[in-house]
């Protein structure tokens, strides 16, 4: 059947995509604007070149890895995207329950289609709470302590939206959550009066005071994601974060961003390991996986594949995922002479075209 012919990301993507509403399929892998940093975020991985090293007596790889304290199986874990239940109605359980099986954390959206109380019980594997901070802080607050309680391991507060970037696929279709896809831990608005609508909006005016605020309400590590600047990540650092995710949200809040693999040197020298650095936008190959590390990723996550998956085969099309990932880069750290994720630098890759020198 499918999931035998399907070997590859890109192979789930193509399984996925008639499965799916078309104007859900374009909610999920659209961008804003013309799409270019969208389009950037793959082409990037294209211009790099592995440079492997042979009879290195390396042995089966270790891809296993520590991040804030906890073991990964993989060095990947599941990006935050909202809505898991539009690919499947299982939702977030189905998504948590392959990424335990599979080792790996995952980060639930504040958008999750599932509340967080019944996404911890299913989890087995370490859960980090998105958080969007809305102009009621109280809402946030709220999602932030529910989450704490449940077992959530850590926020990470997306800093690249102030509001939700120009999408024109969305626009063009006049894309709407079908009735039976709510965030499920978010107060509806049927619930609050009109004149609270407006506070249940992201806060346009976040600084970086957010983080002691943050820090105030919860005792959990908090990273942020969304960061695109050495200057950023400097001043990210100057508040405390517990982590840095370099992430461009797939393409899809400004367009004309670079790609994450571009910036991500420049973040990796001016963090300097003084937190750990993910990043996410492109991820399709385990060459990718071990490119970003090779740059200076402590880690990486993974965004749309997972709702392929989720489309294709609810939990086990995740664990399809995940599996397909993890093997792919096993087998190309074994061909590439790199015995474990943390042998991974700079020699080992280099930009398309003759080194001159
Ligand atoms: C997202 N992303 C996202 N990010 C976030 O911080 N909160 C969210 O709720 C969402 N929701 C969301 C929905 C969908 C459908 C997509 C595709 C993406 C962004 C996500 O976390 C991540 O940055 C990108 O998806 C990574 O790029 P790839 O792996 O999808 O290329």
New binding site residues.
């Given amino acids: 059947g499918d999931a035998a012919t399907a070997l590859t990301l890109a192979d789930i993507a193509r399984q996925a995509e008639p499965r799916l509403n078309p104007a859900v399929w374009d909610?999920?892998e659209g961008g804003a604007g013309d799409e270019r940093t969208l389009a950037a975020?793959r082409a990037a991985f294209d211009r790099i070149w592995l440079r492997p090293r042979v009879l290195t007596g390396s042995g089966v790889p270790r891809v296993g890895t520590t991040v804030l304290g906890r073991a990964w199986a993989a060095p990947f874990g599941i990006?935050?995207?909202?809505y898991h239940t539009l690919a499947h109605p299982d939702g977030e359980l189905a998504t948590v329950r392959a990424a335990g099986a599979a080792g790996i954390p995952v980060a639930v959206?504040?958008?999750a289609g599932r509340t967080f109380e019944e996404v911890a019980e299913a989890a087995t594997a370490p859960v980090w709470l998105?958080v969007y901070c809305f102009l009621d802080r109280a809402i946030t607050e709220n999602l932030v302590r529910r989450a704490e309680r449940a077992g959530f391991e850590a926020l990470v507060l997306?800093v690249d939206t102030p509001h939700l970037g120009r999408r024109a696929r969305d626009a063009r279709n006049g894309f709407t959550l079908p009735p039976h896809v709510r965030p499920a831990n978010l107060p509806s608005l049927d619930d609050i009066s009109p004149a609270e609508h407006a506070r249940a909006r992201f806060d346009p005016a976040l600084d970086w005071s957010v983080i002691d605020w943050l820090r105030s309400t919860s005792s959990l590590a908090v990273l942020v994601?969304g960061i695109l600047t050495a200057a950023d990540a400097l001043r990210a650092v100057e508040a405390g974060v517990d982590g840095i995710v370099v992430?461009n949200?797939?393409g899809?809040q400004l367009d004309g961003v670079p790609p994450t693999l571009d910036v991500l040197p420049e973040i990796v020298t001016a963090v300097a390991g003084r937190c750990p650095v993910l990043l996410?936008?492109?991820?399709r190959r385990g060459t990718d996986v071990l490119v970003a590390l090779a740059l200076g990723a402590d880690a990486v996550?993974?965004?749309?594949p997972v709702?392929h998956g989720l489309a294709i085969g609810g939990q086990d099309g995740v664990a399809q995922v995940l599996d397909t990932l993890r093997a792919e880069l096993a087998d190309a750290m074994s061909l590439a002479g790199v015995a474990a994720v943390d042998r991974a630098g700079p020699d080992l890759v280099t930009a398309a075209g003759p080194r001159l020198r």
């Avoid at 990006?79 to 909202?82: C, Q, V, Y």
């Avoid at 996410?280 to 991820?283: A, F, P, Q, S």
């Fill in positions: 909610f999920i975020n990006a935050p995207l909202a959206s504040t958008f998105q997306t994601k992430s949200h797939g899809r996410d936008g492109g991820i996550l993974v965004g749309r709702l």
